[in-house]
C-alpha cells in the first residue's frame, strides 16, 4: 500500500473524476465484521422497496456473495477480466431476492492486483452498467488496497461498515483517513453492526465520529444501527437472505430502516 504522502499527493488525473450516485460501497477497513452479509442484505431490502438492484462482489480475490446465497452461477468476474464477457453478460438474476448479482471469483490474485488501467475501466463500464438500476451494492474487500480505494471512490456513496471491538473502530478510521485524503469529496457514512443494543451502537459510533473530527476534521453521518441477532447467522448457514429467512427478526428490520433511508435520501 501506498503510503499517506503519496496518496496526499497523486494526480487528480489517477482518480475518478466522476461519480455515479446510484454506486454504494460498503467497506470496513477489517474483515470478519458481516460485511457481506449486509451487502446481501441491504440488496435485498431494497429490492422490497421496489428499488431495481444489482448486487457486485468487489472483495477481488476472496469472493463469497456466491456462497452465502447458495448460487452457482456460470460466469462470474474473472470471465470479464480475461476478455471472455463483458459485464453486462454475466449478471445473475437471484430469484429469491429479486435482486440481480454479479459474482466475484475467489482465489484470483490476479484480479486483486489489477493494473490501474484495467480497474479504470472496469469502474467505467460498471457505471455504466448502473444506469439500468436504481441502485448497485458493492461489496468491497477489507483493507484499503487499491482495488478498493479506486471502485469505492467512483462511488456515489461509501458506507462503512464497523462493531465496538477496538481493532474493528482502528481499521474504520484508517480506511475513511485514507479516502478522505485521497477522495476529498466522497460521502462517507457509518453502519455499526452487531451492537448489543441501539444505546451501545450510538456509543459505538460516537467514539467513531470524535476521532474523525478531531484528526480529519469530518463527520460522517450515521445511516444506521444494526442489532446483535442470533438469526444472521443461521441464515448464512443455510446460504439464504435473512430477509427471506427471517423477515421480522431485528438485524432484518434494521437493514430494512438502513434501506429505507437510502431511498428518502435518493
Not at 69 to 98: C, E, F, W
Not at 116 to 127: A, K, P, V, Y
Request: aromatic residues 4%; contains cysteine; glycine residues 8%.
Amino acid at each position: 500500500m501506498e503510503n499517506q504522502e503519496e496518496l496526499k499527493l497523486a494526480p487528480a488525473s489517477s482518480r475518478y473524476s466522476r461519480r455515479s450516485n446510484s454506486l454504494i460501497a460498503v467497506a470496513s477497513g477489517k474483515g470478519g465484521v458481516g460485511k457481506t452479509w449486509f451487502s446481501i442484505t441491504l440488496a435485498h431490502a431494497l429490492s422490497g422497496l421496489r428499488q431495481k438492484t444489482l448486487l457486485f462482489d468487489g472483495d477481488l480475490g476472496l469472493a463469497n456473495i456466491d456462497i452465502q446465497l447458495g448460487l452457482m452461477v456460470p460466469h462470474d468476474l474473472g470471465s470479464v477480466v480475461s476478455g471472455a464477457k463483458t459485464l453486462n453478460q454475466i449478471v445473475h438474476h437471484y430469484d429469491k431476492g429479486r435482486f440481480d448479482v454479479i459474482a466475484g471469483r475467489s482465489g484470483s490474485a490476479g484480479l486483486a492486483s489489477m493494473p490501474i488501467g484495467r480497474l479504470q475501466i472496469l469502474g467505467e463500464d460498471l457505471s455504466l452498467l448502473s444506469a439500468s438500476y436504481h441502485k448497485v451494492i458493492l461489496d468491497m474487500g477489507a483493507g484499503v488496497e487499491k482495488p478498493i480505494r479506486i471502485l469505492s471512490g467512483m462511488s456515489g456513496k461509501i458506507i462503512v461498515l464497523c462493531t465496538d471491538e477496538p481493532t474493528s473502530l482502528t481499521d474504520a478510521y484508517a480506511f475513511i483517513k485514507i479516502m478522505t485524503l485521497q477522495y476529498p469529496k466522497a460521502e462517507i457514512n457509518i453502519v455499526v453492526n452487531q451492537a448489543n443494543s441501539l444505546r451501545e451502537g450510538q456509543r459505538t459510533y460516537d467514539t467513531l465520529l470524535k476521532a474523525c473530527r478531531n484528526f480529519l476534521k469530518i463527520s460522517p453521518e450515521l445511516l444506521g444501527i444494526i442489532r446483535r441477532d442470533t438469526r444472521v447467522r443461521d441464515a448464512i448457514r443455510n446460504q439464504t437472505s435473512l430477509i427471506s429467512r427471517y423477515p421480522t427478526s431485528e438485524a432484518a428490520s434494521d437493514v430494512i430502516a438502513i434501506a429505507r433511508k437510502l431511498v428518502e435520501n435518493g
